[in-house]
């Protein structure tokens, strides 16, 4: 996977470029709008990783004028901005995605994993999700664990939805926020966490391999191996 | 714009305005009418007064020179008689006999000599009698059985008889009176027109001031760019327009500094903290031992929390200086609230919580969505750590007054009777709170920014209550 990161900050992109090539990206990196120009259109990149504060231009210009160049890669954008204005919610739209500074690295890998599945043509909409032995029927909102049918609330079906859609693949709470419960919230407590026990108890049966596994201080997977 | 202003045109100030402009006019012009009045009055009078003394001096001419015999009378008679036809201003009679004129003489001893006129003259040598009448001096004169009083001239005559010349002032008192009408027409007509144009210019102006308080009222919390009408005049209205527009302008560019100053420090604490949570983080991926992990992994917590604290700080500053910016969209509480407790209620339960929300459907206001949401989990979440067990929150949602009304209330122990009064400030939280002391100040600031309020106190039965309201939307 190749990916153009754009940040200006040299400390930032230092750490940033070093756990993203350790995560497996082929990393190449521009500290200014002017470079990035450059590096998108004589390289093919499949995702681009943009921070909003550039010194010689606006992030949005940068991703407007690599769209007019022809530049189709999702990208990710990145703001040390406090308030996240409308254009932000435009581009995300558009369906690329977004994360305040600062941000756990886990969150930025899960969101780099979660835009490179939603542009690759396999995420068809499909009405059945199969995980191992783990099935759910979209269209009856009904799961089931080897056969056996999971009494799961409208909400734990939502979550183990996508908990599935992302099998294999780190989500962290906020993005679990964000999708299931459409909110951004940052909350002290641990809400999410809860809801995940109530449902890893209804999914993991006594004797069964457990399936929802969590990841400290990052959060949570779906094994699908 | 018309009907608009047609409304309240009886609460505005134009009335008043045009009622004490009209007093004083009406004032005015009575005055200036009264004194024409009395102008013309005396003219009447002292023409009339003019030609009774002439008359009266060529009666006594006349009464002089012709000789005392039996034709004396009858000359005299005669002369009186045509005199009295030629009155000025005399109006077609309304009674057959001659009744506006009269002419008398006494002999020395005081006795009626000679009468011409209404009447057989005993009444009107009685009030000349009774009043001093000077030679040459028209004098006012009431007679018995007359309403309307005379103007009589006297003259003495050699003989030492006197002769007197009277005139009824029904003529003179008809013409003022008809004159008089008219003014009072005129005057009416007059201060009429005057509130009407008064009217009608005080309110032209005081639509510009209306419409100028009605723009700076739209100029919300947040949204600084409108600005209020002016018009072309170089009035004191177009003045108060411009100084109004020059306030915002300033306004608006220390908001802009502010913003400045909170996103340069936001970005330059934001950035820092990146690189450093970024580094902790790779230095944890590594494998390494729990032992080693934990002072790592509380360190990036504490780090969230610090980011947070940042956020969030950052938030209530600029709610205070009322500078929050907002992206206002159409939000419906009682769908967020459900959403809410479906998120929270697990947490909740297992702490032997239970949420319970009482709304009679859908509650749409304009806010801002994300500021909205963490306005809420923040209430959630601080009756979620400072609840014992088994206790309820009651969530009432209502509208009241023209305003969305949230009332959370819990039976739990309430606030601390030291922090109640200060539970809306900077770094105050209650004795157990391990919070950072910005959630309710968090909460407080979202509210003021939306326009809403907050009030929080402990309930008579005990527990907390905090009440919520926000503007409703506008349909």
């Known amino acids: 996977m190749r990916l153009l990161l754009v940040e200006d900050e040299i400390d930032i992109q230092s750490f940033l470029r070093r756990s993203l090539e350790e995560a497996g990206y082929e990393v190449e990196a521009a500290a200014d709008g002017k470079t990035a120009e450059r590096l998108a259109v004589d390289g093919e990149f499949d995702i681009l990783i943009v921070d909003l504060g550039l010194p010689d231009q606006d992030g949005f210009s940068l991703i407007l004028k690599l769209r007019q160049l022809g530049v189709r890669a999702p990208v990710l954008i990145l703001s040390a901005r406090r308030s996240v204005d409308d254009r932000v919610r435009g581009l995300e739209q558009g369906g690329d995605d977004y994360l305040t500074k600062p941000f756990a690295l886990a969150e930025l890998l899960a969101r780099l994993r979660n835009l490179l599945k939603r542009n690759s043509p396999a995420s068809s909409e499909a009405t059945r999700l199969r995980v191992l032995d783990l099935e759910l029927d979209l269209l009856r909102r009904e799961a089931t664990r080897a056969g056996q049918v999971l009494q799961l609330t409208p909400q734990e079906f939502v979550l183990l939805e996508y908990l599935c859609r992302n099998a294999g693949r780190v989500v962290t709470r906020s993005m679990i926020l964000d999708k299931v419960w459409g909110m951004r919230i940052q909350p002290d407590t641990n809400v999410v966490d809860v809801h995940i026990y109530r449902l890893r108890g209804k999914v993991d049966g006594p004797g069964q391999q457990p399936l929802i596994r969590t990841l400290r201080g990052v959060g949570y997977v779906l094994k699908d191996r | 714009m018309f009907s608009k202003t047609a409304k309240p045109a009886l609460r505005s100030a134009a009335w008043r305005i045009s009622l004490w402009a009209t007093l004083a006019f009406a004032c005015g012009t009575l005055l200036v009418f009264i004194f024409l009045h009395r102008f013309v009055a005396d003219d009447i009078q002292r023409r009339s007064d003019a030609w009774l003394v ?26 009186a008689e045509l005199a009295s036809k030629e009155v000025p201003n005399r ?4 009674n057959a006999s001659n009744d506006s004129v009269f002419f008398l003489q006494t002999g020395s001893n005081g006795s009626l000599t000679l009468w011409v006129g209404a009447g057989n003259g005993v009444a009107n040598l009685k009030a000349i009698q009774a009043s001093r009448i000077l030679p040459d001096h028209p004098t006012h004169l009431r007679v018995q059985g007359f309403t309307i009083p005379f103007r009589v001239a006297s003259a003495r005559i050699n003989d030492g008889s006197y002769i007197y010349l009277g005139l009824s002032e029904r003529d003179e008192l008809r013409v003022l009176r008809s004159l008089g009408l008219r003014f009072i027409l005129l005057w009416f007509l007059l201060v009429l027109l005057g509130f009407g144009i008064v009217f009608f210019t005080t309110r032209r102006m005081l639509s510009h001031v209306r419409e100028i308080a009605e723009a700076a009222s739209r100029i919300g919390h947040s949204d600084l760019h409108a600005r209020v009408p002016t018009t072309k005049h170089n009035d004191e209205v177009s003045h108060l327009a411009l100084t109004l527009n020059h306030m915002l302008d300033r306004i608006e560019s220390s908001m802009h500094q502010l913003h400045t100053i909170t996103d340069s ?25 729990v032992e080693q992990a934990d002072p790592i992994v509380s360190s990036i917590e504490e780090l969230d929390r ?32 459900r959403i809410m407790i479906d998120l929270y209620e697990p947490s909740m339960s297992e702490r032997g919580l239970q949420p319970r929300l009482h709304s009679g459907g859908p509650l749409v206001i304009e806010a801002d969505a994300a500021l909205i949401h963490r306005m809420i989990a923040n209430l959630f979440d601080n009756e979620l750590k400072h609840l014992p067990a088994a206790c309820t929150v009651n969530l009432r949602l209502r509208v009241e007054d023209a305003a969305a009304l949230l009332i959370l209330e819990d039976d739990g122990p309430g606030f601390d009777a030291e922090v109640l009064p200060h539970l809306f400030e900077r770094r105050v939280k209650g004795k157990d709170s391990n919070g950072h002391g910005l959630g309710l100040a968090f909460v407080d600031a979202v509210a003021r920014a939306h326009g809403g309020s907050v009030a929080a106190g402990n309930r008579d039965g005990g527990g907390a209550r905090i009440e919520l309201s926000f503007p409703l939307a506008s349909t």
């Open chain 2, 54 to 79: 002439g008359e009266i001096e060529v009666l006594g001419d006349v009464a002089e020179q012709t000789p005392m015999n039996a034709l004396h009378d009858r000359v005299v008679e005669e002369v």
């Open chain 2, 91 to 94: 109006d077609a009679s309304a």
């Open chain 2, 265 to 289: 420090l936001a970005h330059d604490l934001r950035s820092p903290l990146t690189a450093i949570r970024g580094k902790l983080e790779m230095s944890l991926s590594a494998a390494m031992q």
């Open chain 2, 306 to 337: 610090l980011t947070d604290f940042l956020n969030k700080s950052l938030d209530v500053a600029e709610a205070k200086a009322d500078a929050l910016r907002l992206n206002r969209v159409a939000l419906d509480l009682d769908e967020l609230l």
